[in-house]
T-cell receptor, first 115, second 118 residues
Framework: DGGITQSPKYLFRKEGQNVTLSCEQN?????MYWYRQDPGQGLRLIYY???????QKGDIAEGYSVSREKKESFPLTVTSAQKNPTAFYLCASRGGGRIYAGELFFGEGSRLTVL | AQTVTQSQPEMSVQEAETVTLSCTYDTSESNYYLFWYKQPPSRQMILVIR??????QNATENRFSVNFQKAAKSFSLKISDSQLGDTAMYFCAFEGQAGGTSYGKLTFGQGTILTVHP
């Protein structure tokens, strides 16, 4: 089935460690996104990519990094510089090009807990 | 910058009844889209309904409809004949179109937890 796969679903990290969250899609979508979800704050955009080998910072990019070497993959690294990394992370993708405000397809999310 | 406000942290409704979730937004853009997304307890977020700002007619998808008041910058979601499967967190979201281009940069509200009781 087509969709977005995020892994791992749960991740525990010690302070000072970098961790990488995986996001893979087989929907042939050009655009991919990373959102952070915190209770009472909704979703906030971390990074987004409209095309392979190109990505832009979202509203809360500090302490995070991404890469987009393949159309299907958009991994997110939470670095030790992120001061409050404990959160639920959602990856999404969208097709249709830049003039189409269509549906975002989301993965099931990854919950990161810093110990 | 755009802001999206959902003033109802939690709502509840009896099965088969109607419930309305509120959403207001603030923007200076003239072209934009508004969305309602649903996040069930399983956590995978899905699109419920979408409204183009240039369309005066309110969007409808089966039991889900919106009341879009552009001048008041209000975008409420009405769920008719509520079902147990409607229990979820609902997010209102805004996407501006600068120069006719969408980048998928959505601004989300804080969410409303809806519980449907049998």
């Amino acid at each position: 089935d087509g969709g977005i796969t995020q892994s791992p679903k749960y991740l525990f990290r010690k302070e000072g460690q970098n961790v990488t969250l995986s996001c893979e899609q087989n929907l042939n979508h050009d655009a991919m996104y990373w959102y952070r979800q915190d209770p009472g704050q909704g979703l906030r955009l971390i990074y987004y990519s409209q095309i392979v080998n190109d990505f832009q910072k979202g509203d809360i990019a500090e302490g995070y990094s991404v890469s987009r070497e393949k159309k299907e993959s958009f991994p997110l690294t939470v670095t030790s510089a992120q001061k409050n990394p404990t959160a639920f992370y959602l990856c999404a993708s969208r097709g249709g090009g830049r003039i189409y405000a269509g549906e975002l397809f989301f993965g099931e999310g990854s919950r990161l807990t810093v110990l | 910058a755009q802001t999206v406000t959902q003033s109802q942290p939690e709502m509840s409704v009896q099965e088969a009844e109607t419930v309305t979730l509120s959403c207001t937004y603030d923007t200076s853009e003239s072209n934009y889209y508004l969305f309602w997304y649903k996040q069930p307890p399983s956590r995978q977020m899905i699109l419920v309904i979408r409204q183009e700002a240039y369309k005066q007619q309110n969007a409808t998808e089966n039991r889900f409809s919106v009341n879009f008041q552009k001048a008041a910058k209000s975008f409420s979601l009405k769920i008719s004949d509520s079902q147990l499967g409607d229990t979820a967190m609902y997010f209102c979201a805004f996407e501006g179109q600068a120069g006719g281009t969408s980048y998928g940069k959505l601004t989300f509200g804080q969410g409303t937890i809806l519980t449907v009781h049998p």
